[in-house]
């Protein structure tokens, strides 16, 4: 992010950057939207019954922590469609300010900029991460379920085979095969 502010100020004029405002806020909102969607969906829909009280915790930990991530992300663009917004209007005064004032403002919104991707870029890799909890502990359930199946299977075919009353008949002695 600093690097990026550093580029900015140093080479990206400010009155070249007034020219990127709009774009940049029209792709800013895209990505505050995208967000504030996935802020919506709150807790997966999962058979919460299922899982073990401590993988349950491990995941609901995890989606708290990414939901507050997304708030801070909230913030920064809401920063940033904002700085943009109030700084359009004043595209004409902005060629009179001096060199500092201009590289100062530039490289404050190239950080942003670059502060706000790479968070959209780390919620991606956290949320495939998320994904590939919810699978691991989605296909432990699974598998628990089906062995608890399996085990109550096999006592109760167990079960049925005590009470049939079967009784143990003796065996007669090995007998060799007849020639013919």
């Known amino acids: 992010m600093l690097a990026t502010a550093v580029l900015f100020g140093w080479v990206v004029p400010l009155t070249r950057l007034f020219d990127a405002f709009q774009p940049m806020i029209v792709a800013l909102s895209i990505m505050l939207a995208a967000i504030l969607v996935r802020l919506n969906r709150g807790m997966p829909t999962l058979d919460w019954k299922s899982l073990e009280p401590q993988e349950r915790s491990r995941l609901t930990s995890a989606i708290v922590d990414l939901t507050r991530e997304y ?4 913030g920064i663009k809401a920063v940033l ?3 943009l917004v109030s700084l359009a209007p004043f595209k004409m005064e902005a060629a009179s300010w001096s060199a500092w004032t201009g590289r100062g403002v530039s490289a404050a919104v190239g950080g942003l900029v ?11 890799w956290r949320d495939y991460d998320i994904v590939k909890l ?5 296909d432990a359930s699974g598998v628990r379920d089906k062995l608890e199946a399996e085990a109550k299977a096999s006592v109760q075919k167990v079960a049925d085979i005590r009470s049939a009353g079967l009784r143990k008949i003796g065996s007669g002695e090995p007998q060799a095969w007849p020639d013919k």
């Not at 919810?134 to 989605?138: E, F, G, R, S, T």
């Open 71 to 74: 708030a801070f992300i909230v």
């Open 81 to 83: 469609i904002a700085a």
């Open 114 to 124: 670059a502060l706000s991707i790479s968070r959209m870029a780390y919620v991606i």
């Open 134 to 138: 919810q699978k691991v502990l989605i």
